[in-house]
């Protein structure tokens, strides 16, 4: 089964720019990387999703390398209502598809004041 | 408004009687997925359907069933719950294949078995 691995947790400081990194080993060819946030007592809430390379939206970048065995989400200018968990999402390319979806542990980010 | 929705939220029972957690979404997607929570653990897939009449096991099947008879509907059904299940379930969909399309998740069930 693919495997994704990811910081247990992180602290970082109002107005700063955090760093996440995923490691995927096994990510499918066709696959895309997907991040996740999630507070307490809520279902997770999409971030960001990319293929190849980088990419940009209003809350989030995802920096994927060529190998595509990893992908860092960066979070600018962080504030305390980011908070959360963070996870990354991948397929499962021993599976043969990409429809069974792993999910990693998560990364709890505690931002302060 | 687009959502998905789970029933119930909370339910305490106990070994052995067989329960069903409902999920239901009105946007129209294609591929419905549950899964479970526990501390550590993170987010693990236990079944996934990618259309009507076609669903299929994820990470963590063991003692559950499901079925989709509907679009919008992807119950999970436990047959004979054991404390083991007791977790917090979410139920996802999306447009088309989960990992290629944003999720979108209900706000849980909590579950416990005594």
């Known amino acids: 089964l693919a495997k994704t691995t990811q910081p247990i947790s992180m602290d970082s400081y109002e107005g700063q720019e955090v760093n996440i990194t995923c490691s995927h080993n096994?990510?499918?060819?066709?696959?895309?990387i997907t991040w996740y946030q999630q507070f307490p007592s809520q279902g997770p809430r999409f971030i960001i999703q990319?293929?190849?390379t980088k990419v940009t939206n209003e809350v989030a970048s995802l920096f994927i390398p060529a190998d595509r065995k990893s992908s860092t989400l960066s979070l600018p200018r962080v504030s305390l209502s980011d908070t959360a968990v963070y996870y990354c999402?991948?397929?499962?390319?021993?599976?043969?598809?990409?429809?069974?979806?792993?999910f990693g542990a998560g990364t709890r980010l505690a931002v302060h004041p | 408004e687009a959502q998905v929705t789970q029933n119930p939220r909370y339910l305490i029972t106990v070994t052995g009687k067989k329960l069903t957690v409902t999920c239901s979404q009105n946007?129209?997607?294609?591929?419905m997925s549950w899964y479970r929570q526990d501390p550590g653990l993170g987010l693990r897939q236990i079944y996934y359907?990618?259309?009507?009449?076609?669903?299929d096991k994820g990470d963590v099947p063991e003692g559950y069933k499901v079925s989709r008879k509907e679009k919008r509907n992807f119950p999970l059904i436990l047959e004979s719950p054991s404390p083991n299940q007791t977790s917090l379930y979410f139920c996802?969909?999306?447009?088309?294949?989960?990992?290629?399309?944003?999720?979108?998740f209900g706000d849980g069930t909590r579950l416990s078995i005594l």
């Open positions: 996802a969909s999306s447009l088309r294949d989960g990992g290629n399309q944003p999720q979108h």
């Open positions: 999402l991948v397929g499962d390319q021993v599976s043969g598809g990409y429809n069974k979806l792993i």
């Open positions: 096994n990510i499918a060819t066709n696959d895309y």
């Open positions: 359907s990618m259309n009507v009449e076609v669903t």
């Open positions: 990319g293929y190849k």
């Open positions: 946007m129209n997607h294609e591929y």
